[in-house]
Nanobody, 123 residues
Framework: QVQLVESGGGLVQAGGSLRLSCAAS????????MGWYRQAPGKQRELVAT???????NYADSVKGRFTISRDNAKNTVYLQMNSLAPEDTAVYYC?????????????????WGQGTQVTVSS
């Protein structure tokens, strides 16, 4: 089983920055795509950014130019650098990883989720 542990959330003023980290732990697995999602109170969870193992990124329009997703494959860690934060960015941010058990033939991919970390942006 894969465990995802997030860190880096907190309270920040509008215009400030935060860097979220998510480390995957376990053995006998490989990680393909990783991503960040967020959910504000009363709203559906939405995609923020994704990154493939090869480094191809995808961003929600609302965060393009402000957020940067990156990963360190050796550490099984994905990051989300958030700049120019605004109150509308306030949400619980969740890490996601698409994982496969190391086996032959390859096992079907399974999505794993972190516990979420609160990001609050004040005016």
């Amino acid at each position: 089983q894969v465990q995802l542990v997030e860190s880096g959330g907190g309270l920040v003023q509008a215009g400030g920055s935060l860097r979220l980290s998510c480390a995957a732990s376990g053995s006998g697995f490989s990680i393909n795509a990783m991503g960040w999602y967020r959910q504000a109170p009363g709203k559906q969870r939405e995609l923020v950014a994704t990154i493939t193992r090869g480094g191809i990124t995808n961003y929600a329009d609302s965060v393009k130019g402000r957020f940067t997703i990156s990963r360190d494959n050796a550490k099984n860690t994905v990051y989300l650098q958030m700049n120019s934060l605004a109150p509308e960015d306030t949400a619980v941010y969740y890490c996601n990883a698409g994982c496969r058990r190391i086996s032959w033939p390859p096992s079907p991919p399974v999505d794993y989720w972190g516990q979420g970390t609160q990001v609050t942006v004040s005016s």
